[in-house]
Nanobody, 128 residues
Framework: QVQLVESGGGLVQAGGSLRLSCAASGRTFSRQPMGWFRQAPGKEREFVAAMAWNGGTYYADSEKGRFTISRDNAKNTVYLQMNSLKPEDTAVYIC??????????????????????WGQGTQVTVSS
């Protein structure tokens, strides 16, 4: 199995930046598809960003242009750089990974059911 541990969350003012980290361990593989989701109080889990096997990246419309997903293969870690943060970004951010290469179907990256492993999340709070 794969274990995922998030870090880097915290309290930041609107317009500020944070970089979240997701360290993967266990039966990982090169260019493993990974994604970020978030869940705010009283709301369902929401797709944020993902990276496919070929390095392609995907973002939700609300985050596109502000957030960037990247990977450090040497550290087996995926990052989420968050800029221009808004109060509406406040949520628990959760890292996810697939045990296989990304599937052929479209929009796979935004579907929680197509991920196999999940972290416990890190809290991000944006004040106004």
């Amino acid at each position: 199995q794969v274990q995922l541990v998030e870090s880097g969350g915290g309290l930041v003012q609107a317009g500020g930046s944070l970089r979240l980290s997701c360290a993967a361990s266990g039966r990982t593989f090169s260019r493993q598809p990974m994604g970020w989701f978030r869940q705010a109080p009283g709301k369902e889990r929401e797709f944020v960003a993902a990276m496919a096997w070929n390095g392609g990246t995907y973002y939700a419309d609300s985050e596109k242009g502000r957030f960037t997903i990247s990977r450090d293969n040497a550290k087996n870690t995926v990052y989420l750089q968050m800029n221009s943060l808004k109060p509406e970004d406040t949520a628990v951010y959760i890292c996810a990974a697939r045990k296989e290469r990304n599937p052929l179907g479209s929009n796979w990256y935004s579907r929680p059911g197509l991920y196999d492993y999940w972290g416990q999340g890190t809290q991000v709070t944006v004040s106004s």
